[in-house]
């Protein structure tokens, strides 16, 4: 069938070709392939029309209405009056039961449409295919409008490549002569404000008033009609973007501020990086009326995240940092009077409340301190807030929000930045809407755009949510303003992402000591001709008369004494707190007079029976699958006995924590089942769609909430997100899992820079917990290791010095480390050092390298002995057996982790060395536990030390523990490596040369002499 080819005649009309009449019709009221009859009753455009006997039906009806139009449907005389008026497709139904909007209603003043012609008069071609070309017309300016506006401050480049066809009207056979003629105008446009139809001139000149200037908006490819026409009838009302003298006399005192406060960085220290917002000073404004704004309509707390460039004029006018700390900074002789050595000053965050002077509203701001890895920080805000939201129950996030503040070669070039925007509508991920204001300098480092992205505007990655993004000339301050004030409202609104693209120019080079001239010569011969936003707007302002010369220049001296009292107060600082850096406080946590306690993490039998019980118990009449039922039988016989396997164990700590009021966030991959199908904390009903059970959200009426969710697909940002939301509450269990252990790789820069050194940087502690499945069992490279070795290298403890062995040791060294490293063999130990990273009282980051084949280990399994009161975490498990009743004929010592403890057990017995080799697990790598060490290599002075690893010979742990086993031994005992050879790769991917490594490792530990 010809779908929109057939021509066919509408009485006395003109030929239409299908495709046109279709778009004219509604496509609402009848589905496609409907043949009832209820189809022709009404004018709605679906498959029956296409049809002959549609086409002569019709046809008959049009005739009918030409005759007398009160002979037909009410919604067919309205569609024809409208499709001759020059209806706009898709617009020339209306539902006669639905009134049209007094916005598109024409008033008496307005100018009249074309005439309605006489009924039985032809009806003019030309008259339709003009007001088609029309709509057209404003359609194209939405769509493709922003590609001429005038967005570059140095009007060097612009987003568009050549001309664009769809806006010259002479494409579209109208020339001069039709300037003046008057068309309707379609209801899908707001640019007539009370008027329904206007002169094409003036059609012409309110789109580019409005698509065109210093304002480009893209937003057409949001597919919501309602979401569209907000946007339309905020840019294209005319007069809608209007300032007061006290708005626009506002605007000039923040650009006074922002100004004048990096000309004087620049002056009291011009040979120090400052990464200042020179170029971009707009930002400062920006930012603040987006707060005002937001604040407005209710929102109390402010999450940010942004990179180095202007971060020290966002500390000082946006979230009022005491500038006397700022300029302290800058001081090399100043020292830190608590933990951490801190980090350069333009990586650093804060908190603070104040009272927003605009809306008299009290509101808290927060800046997230981040490295230089730009774009890192955006999940780790996301997260933040998430959390925050969260403990305040805001459920719709409209008490607490993020901003995001990007550089433009960052924003296009980096895929955390993809990750994140993927986030934002999750259920268990969304924060309800971020505003992202992107730093455009047109530049990366030395990168001009040419080569540093695929697409024309480096914001285009945010059109994959449906983010509306609107490009605005940094110079041009009230048109930024206005900006501003749109997308936070759509935030507000909406609860959605939206884009602000700050188009500037970067006046130095990436920072001061830089020659920008050396790579972009052109463009910084424009640059240092180009005036200054501050002295082109406040001339202005002047001559209109907002603020005089004289309160122009009495501004600029007020702040200027400001801050030269700022720097003389700065000067009697010795001493700096990183704590005034933290973004979150957690005021009252860290309590001096709380001792340093080794926590007890045991409970009652009663407890872990209770809970035990509910977890493995599902209502009668809930349909469950088969296979988990026998699972959840299995569990019920387990508590019956008093055991515990691996998955018990887990979800016995979580439920013991969630009974005593902590709420327990675990994330990742196909978590609620388990990658290994091991975890089940979520259980479908087998015929109900979105029916599901979580037992642990069902232990006791006041419990706390356990958050159990999949995530996406990725690891970098939803690491980053977990740790957010461990910064903002000590009092939360929040985990994240791999799906395989080496899966972490791709979160790397997370673990490097916040996880790892997070604490000696900005004083910041988490307690995040990263669950990493680890095992050699011939599944290959990336299902094997967790790359232990890694997290090894990066531990800050001392292989050459053993700390003071007092009653205080085990704690003190936890405190001092920068995070734990434990690779369990036992539920109950898995058990209780989840409960020990919440009963500490300080927060160290956790990482638990779990198993995959111990998961089922008939062998790996713990009684309720292990786990009731007076129980707690092992950090070494010695050897228990044979070879302990007569230790000094011991001949061998093997020291080993993880797994392969089972693999030894087994071989050890059956070669019949069960006196003659002691095995001995260390649980708890790092920090490594000294104290128990050296008890145990007392325990067999005559024997020989060795170290056992499936781990190939440069990975694992060995590198990390030969020393301080040495060290452990004073040096006078000699610890030898069994396990495989060095390798580039983590694990084969033969199952059968993996066997015969592991045998071969077997033989290698076994042997004696």
């Given at each position: 069938m010809?779908r929109f080819?057939?021509?066919?005649?509408?009485?006395?009309?003109r030929?239409?070709?299908f495709?046109?009449?279709?778009?004219?019709g509604?496509?609402?009221?009848?589905?496609?392939?409907?043949?009832?009859w209820?189809?022709y009753?009404t004018?709605v455009a679906?498959?029956?029309?296409?049809s002959?006997?549609?086409s002569n039906?019709?046809e008959?009806?049009?005739?009918?209405?030409?005759?007398d139009?009160k002979?037909v449907?009410?919604s067919w005389?309205i569609?024809?009056r409208?499709?001759?008026n020059?209806?706009?497709p898709?617009?020339?139904?209306?539902?006669p039961?639905?009134?049209?909007?007094a916005i598109?209603?024409?008033?008496?003043?307005?100018?009249?449409?074309i005439?309605?012609?006489?009924l039985?008069?032809?009806?003019?071609?030309?008259?339709?295919?003009?007001h088609?070309?029309?709509?057209?017309?404003?359609?194209s300016?939405?769509?493709?409008?922003?590609?001429?506006a005038?967005l570059?401050?140095?009007q060097?480049?612009a987003?568009?490549?050549?001309?664009i066809?769809?806006?010259?009207t002479?494409?579209?056979?109208?020339?001069?002569?039709?300037?003046?003629?008057v068309f309707?105008?379609p209801?899908?446009?707001?640019?007539?404000?009370?008027?329904t139809?206007?002169p094409?001139?003036e059609i012409i000149?309110r789109l580019?008033?409005?698509y065109?200037r210093?304002?480009?908006?893209?937003?057409m490819?949001?597919?919501?009609?309602?979401?569209?026409?907000w946007?339309?009838?905020?840019f294209?009302?005319?007069?809608a973007m209007?300032?007061t003298?006290?708005?626009?006399?506002l605007?000039l005192?923040?650009?006074i501020?922002?100004?004048r406060?990096?000309?004087?960085?620049?002056?009291?220290?011009?040979?120090?990086?400052?990464?200042?917002?020179?170029?971009?000073?707009?930002l400062?404004?920006?930012?603040k009326?987006i707060?005002?704004?937001?604040?407005?309509?209710?929102?109390?707390?402010f999450v940010?995240?942004?990179?180095?460039?202007g971060?020290?004029?966002?500390l000082?006018?946006?979230?009022?940092?005491?500038?006397?700390?700022?300029f302290?900074?800058?001081?090399?002789?100043?020292?830190?009077a608590?933990?951490g050595?801190?980090?350069?000053?333009?990586?650093?965050?804060?908190?603070?409340?104040?009272l927003?002077?605009?809306?008299?509203?009290?509101?808290h701001?927060?800046i997230?301190a981040?490295?230089?890895?730009?774009?890192?920080?955006?999940?780790v805000v996301q997260?933040k807030?998430?959390?925050?939201?969260f403990?305040?129950?805001?459920?719709?996030?409209?008490?607490?929000m993020?901003?995001?503040m990007h550089?433009?070669?960052?924003?296009?070039?980096?895929?955390?930045v993809?990750e994140?925007?993927?986030?934002?509508?999750l259920p268990?991920?969304?924060?309800?809407?971020t505003i992202?204001v992107v730093?455009?300098?047109?530049?990366?480092f030395?990168?001009?755009p040419?080569?540093?992205?695929?697409?024309?505007?480096c914001?285009?990655?945010?059109?994959?949510?449906?983010a509306?993004?609107f490009h605005?000339?940094?110079?041009d301050p009230?048109a930024?303003?206005?900006?501003?004030?749109?997308?936070?409202?759509?935030r507000?609104?909406?609860g959605k992402?939206?884009?602000?693209?700050?188009v500037?120019?970067r006046?130095n080079?990436?920072?001061?000591?830089?020659e920008p001239?050396f790579?972009?010569?052109?463009?910084?011969?424009?640059?240092?001709?180009h005036q200054?936003?501050l002295?082109?707007?406040?001339?202005?302002?002047?001559?209109?008369?907002?603020m005089?010369?004289q309160e122009?220049e009495?501004?600029?001296?007020?702040?200027?004494?400001?801050c030269?009292?700022?720097?003389?107060n700065?000067?009697t600082?010795a001493?700096?707190k990183?704590?005034?850096?933290?973004?979150?406080?957690?005021?009252?946590f860290?309590?001096s007079?709380?001792?340093?306690?080794?926590?007890?993490t045991?409970?009652s039998?009663d407890?872990?029976?209770?809970?035990?019980e509910?977890f493995?118990?599902v209502?009668e009449?809930?349909?469950?699958?088969?296979g988990?039922?026998?699972v959840?039988?299995?569990r019920?016989d387990?508590?019956?006995n008093r055991?515990v396997?691996?998955a018990?164990?887990e979800?016995?700590?979580f439920g013991?924590?969630?009974?005593?009021g902590?709420?327990?966030?675990l994330?990742g991959?196909?978590?609620?089942r388990?990658t290994?199908?091991?975890?089940h904390h979520?259980?479908h009903?087998?015929?109900?769609?979105?029916?599901y059970?979580?037992?642990?959200n069902?232990?006791?009426?006041?419990?706390a909430?356990y958050?159990?969710?999949?995530?996406?697909?990725?690891?970098?940002?939803?690491?980053?997100?977990?740790?957010?939301?461990?910064?903002t509450?000590?009092?939360s269990?929040v985990?994240?899992?791999a799906?395989?252990?080496?899966f972490?790789?791709?979160?790397?820069c997370?673990?490097d820079?916040f996880i790892s050194?997070?604490q000696?940087k900005?004083?910041?502690?988490?307690?995040?917990?990263m669950?990493?499945?680890h095992?050699?069992?011939?599944?290959?490279?990336?299902?094997?290791s967790?790359?232990?070795?890694?997290?090894?290298?990066?531990s800050?403890?001392?292989?050459?010095?053993?700390p003071?062995?007092?009653d205080?040791?085990v704690?003190?060294?936890?405190?001092?480390c920068n995070?734990q490293?434990?690779n369990c063999t036992?539920?109950?130990?898995?058990?209780?050092?989840l409960?020990?990273?919440?009963?500490l009282?300080?927060?160290?980051?956790?990482?638990?390298?779990t198993?995959?084949?111990l998961?089922?280990?008939?062998?790996?399994?713990?009684s309720f002995?292990?786990?009731?009161?007076g129980?707690?975490?092992?950090?070494?498990?010695?050897?228990?057996?044979?070879a302990?009743?007569n230790?000094s004929?011991?001949?061998k010592?093997?020291?080993?982790s993880?797994?392969?403890y089972?693999d030894?057990?087994?071989e050890?017995?059956?070669?019949?060395?069960n006196?003659?080799?002691?095995?001995?697990?260390?649980?708890?790598?790092s920090p490594?536990?000294?104290?128990l060490i050296i008890?145990e290599?007392n325990?067999?002075p005559?024997?020989k030390i060795?170290?056992?690893?499936e781990?190939?010979?440069?990975m694992?742990?060995?590198?990390?523990?030969?020393?301080?086993?040495?060290?452990?031994?004073n040096w006078?005992r000699?610890?030898t490596y069994?396990g495989?050879?060095?390798?580039?790769?983590?694990?084969?991917?033969?199952?059968?040369?993996?066997?015969?490594?592991?045998?071969?490792?077997?033989?290698?530990?076994?042997?004696?002499?």
């Amino acid at each position: 069938m010809h779908r929109f080819k057939t021509l066919w005649t509408f009485g006395q009309l003109r030929p239409v070709n299908f495709r046109t009449l279709w778009l004219s019709g509604m496509r609402a009221g009848c589905g496609h392939g409907q043949q009832s009859w209820r189809c022709y009753v009404t004018p709605v455009a679906t498959e029956p029309f296409l049809s002959g006997s549609s086409s002569n039906y019709v046809e008959q009806m049009y005739q009918s209405w030409l005759e007398d139009p009160k002979s037909v449907h009410k919604s067919w005389d309205i569609f024809f009056r409208n499709a001759q008026n020059g209806a706009a497709p898709g617009m020339a139904y209306t539902s006669p039961l639905v009134p049209t909007p007094a916005i598109y209603q024409a008033p008496a003043q307005s100018v009249s449409p074309i005439p309605v012609r006489a009924l039985g008069a032809p009806l003019d071609k030309r008259v339709i295919e003009d007001h088609l070309s029309v709509q057209t017309i404003i359609r194209s300016y939405q769509l493709r409008g922003h590609h001429l506006a005038s967005l570059d401050p140095l009007q060097i480049s612009a987003a568009s490549t050549g001309p664009i066809p769809e806006l010259v009207t002479g494409n579209y056979n109208l020339g001069e002569h039709d300037m003046d003629r008057v068309f309707t105008l379609p209801q899908t446009t707001f640019i007539g404000g009370e008027q329904t139809a206007l002169p094409l001139r003036e059609i012409i000149r309110r789109l580019e008033d409005t698509y065109c200037r210093s304002i480009g908006v893209e937003y057409m490819f949001i597919n919501d009609r309602q979401q569209c026409d907000w946007i339309r009838e905020r840019f294209e009302t005319p007069g809608a973007m209007q300032f007061t003298k006290m708005d626009k006399r506002l605007i000039l005192e923040r650009l006074i501020r922002s100004t004048r406060f990096e000309e004087f960085l620049a002056r009291k220290w011009s040979a120090e990086k400052r990464f200042g917002l020179e170029g971009c000073e707009v930002l400062v404004p920006a930012l603040k009326s987006i707060i005002d704004v937001c604040s407005g309509q209710g929102v109390e707390s402010f999450v940010i995240g942004m990179p180095h460039r202007g971060r020290l004029n966002v500390l000082a006018n946006v979230a009022r940092k005491p500038l006397e700390h700022l300029f302290c900074q800058f001081d090399s002789k100043l020292e830190a009077a608590d933990e951490g050595s801190g980090d350069v000053k333009y990586h650093l965050g804060m908190s603070h409340s104040r009272l927003n002077h605009i809306t008299k509203k009290d509101i808290h701001i927060a800046i997230v301190a981040n490295p230089s890895h730009l774009e890192a920080v955006d999940p780790v805000v996301q997260g933040k807030v998430r959390a925050e939201q969260f403990y305040r129950g805001d459920t719709e996030g409209k008490r607490v929000m993020s901003i995001l503040m990007h550089g433009d070669a960052a924003f296009a070039g980096q895929g955390i930045v993809y990750e994140t925007f993927h986030l934002s509508d999750l259920p268990d991920y969304s924060t309800h809407g971020t505003i992202h204001v992107v730093v455009n300098n047109q530049i990366g480092f030395t990168t001009d755009p040419r080569y540093a992205r695929s697409s024309p505007y480096c914001t285009d990655v945010a059109r994959v949510v449906n983010a509306p993004i609107f490009h605005v000339n940094a110079d041009d301050p009230e048109a930024v303003m206005y900006v501003c004030q749109i997308a936070s409202q759509w935030r507000c609104t909406y609860g959605k992402d939206v884009v602000i693209d700050l188009v500037c120019y970067r006046r130095n080079g990436h920072n001061e000591m830089d020659e920008p001239m050396f790579t972009q010569p052109l463009m910084y011969k424009k640059i240092r001709s180009h005036q200054p936003v501050l002295s082109t707007y406040a001339e202005a302002k002047i001559k209109e008369g907002v603020m005089t010369q004289q309160e122009f220049e009495e501004e600029l001296a007020g702040y200027d004494k400001i801050c030269e009292d700022a720097y003389q107060n700065a000067k009697t600082i010795a001493h700096v707190k990183n704590s005034d850096w933290l973004d979150s406080p957690w005021t009252g946590f860290f309590k001096s007079d709380v001792p340093l306690r080794y926590p007890p993490t045991g409970i009652s039998e009663d407890i872990l029976r209770d809970i035990g019980e509910k977890f493995s118990s599902v209502p009668e009449d809930y349909n469950l699958h088969g296979g988990l039922k026998r699972v959840q039988r299995s569990r019920l016989d387990m508590v019956k006995n008093r055991a515990v396997d691996w998955a018990l164990g887990e979800a016995l700590a979580f439920g013991s924590l969630l009974k005593e009021g902590i709420h327990v966030r675990l994330s990742g991959q196909d978590v609620e089942r388990g990658t290994f199908s091991h975890r089940h904390h979520v259980l479908h009903d087998q015929n109900v769609d979105k029916k599901y059970l979580s037992p642990l959200n069902n232990l006791y009426p006041d419990q706390a909430h356990y958050t159990v969710c999949n995530s996406s697909l990725s690891e970098f940002a939803v690491l980053g997100f977990e740790l957010g939301f461990s910064m903002t509450n000590p009092h939360s269990l929040v985990i994240w899992e791999a799906q395989f252990g080496d899966f972490h790789n791709n979160a790397q820069c997370i673990i490097d820079q916040f996880i790892s050194s997070g604490q000696a940087k900005w004083c910041r502690q988490s307690g995040i917990v990263m669950l990493l499945p680890h095992g050699y069992e011939g599944m290959g490279p990336e299902h094997s290791s967790a790359r232990i070795e890694r997290f090894l290298q990066m531990s800050n403890d001392d292989p050459d010095v053993i700390p003071a062995l007092n009653d205080d040791f085990v704690v003190n060294q936890l405190y001092d480390c920068n995070w734990q490293i434990a690779n369990c063999t036992t539920p109950a130990n898995m058990f209780h050092i989840l409960r020990r990273q919440i009963m500490l009282p300080f927060r160290k980051p956790l990482i638990v390298f779990t198993p995959k084949s111990l998961l089922r280990h008939p062998d790996a399994k713990s009684s309720f002995d292990d786990m009731i009161e007076g129980t707690m975490f092992k950090r070494v498990i010695p050897e228990d057996g044979v070879a302990t009743q007569n230790p000094s004929n011991v001949r061998k010592v093997v020291l080993c982790s993880g797994k392969v403890y089972y693999d030894l057990v087994k071989e050890r017995e059956k070669k019949g060395l069960n006196a003659d080799i002691a095995i001995t697990r260390l649980e708890q790598i790092s920090p490594f536990p000294y104290d128990l060490i050296i008890e145990e290599l007392n325990k067999y002075p005559n024997a020989k030390i060795q170290w056992s690893q499936e781990e190939h010979k440069n990975m694992g742990a060995w590198n990390y523990v030969q020393a301080r086993i040495h060290t452990a031994s004073n040096w006078k005992r000699r610890c030898t490596y069994a396990g495989r050879a060095a390798s580039a790769a983590t694990a084969t991917g033969n199952k059968f040369t993996h066997l015969i490594e592991l045998d071969n490792l077997m033989s290698e530990t076994m042997k004696l002499d």
